[in-house]
């Protein structure tokens, strides 16, 4: 039997430009526009964050079968743009910096490092796969 493919969350607005967004398992983030100084993530940083995580996520069970990083920390960078297309993010980059520990284990984990961030990348992570293969977004009005 296959999993539901199915996802779900919700957004709730919980003041001026700030909301709540909720999964099917109860889980919260809070995120703002930003525009009152505050430090809560913008959507378009949770995009970043998103991709770096679904990326980091897979390159994590593929390195840590082997040994623990020492230090594991995926970058994400885009230039947000307005233009004939209207707002979108350009020239996204995700980098890896990862140590593994000196050793048998950590030999392992660095050879296997390049290709985990290949595969994660044209394979495996979902919202980086869903931004590249630009899957269309429908937007509706339910009736109240």
Sequence with gaps: MSENPLRLVTVDRTGPGR???TNARGGTIDFGTANDGGTEFTPVELLLAAIGGCTAADVDV???RHTEPDGFTVTV???KVSD???NRMTDLAVT???????????DRARAILPRAVTVSHERLCTVS?????GTPVTATIKDA
């Design 62 to 64: 593929a390195t840590t």
């Design 84 to 86: 004939d297309l209207g």
């Design 96 to 106: 890896f910096a990862v140590t593994f520990p000196e050793g048998e284990a950590g």
């Design 19 to 21: 909301f709540t967004a």
């Design 77 to 79: 960078t885009g230039n």
């Design 129 to 133: 796969r869903t931004v590249e293969t």
